[in-house]
């Protein structure tokens, strides 16, 4: 016999349960990006020396 105050309490159990599992895995989520961020601020190349660039004074006309 079908019982409705089981279904919303089954129902309502495996919703948290989801919702548990969303959380966790979006604070997992985060945590790698915030550590890979991390990473590669610490290993990126200063762009001074990534590119060369073009001289810092230029000429002057002298006369």
């Not at 019982?3 to 349960?17: D, F, G, Q, Y």
């Amino acid at each position: 016999m079908f019982k409705p105050w089981r279904w919303t309490r089954s129902s309502n159990e495996r919703a948290v349960a989801n919702a548990r599992v969303a959380a966790i895995e979006c604070s997992r989520r985060r945590v790698e990006r915030a550590d890979v961020e991390l990473y590669l601020s610490q290993h990126a190349v200063p762009r001074a020396a990534a590119a060369p660039r073009a001289a810092q004074h230029p000429a002057r006309n002298v006369v």
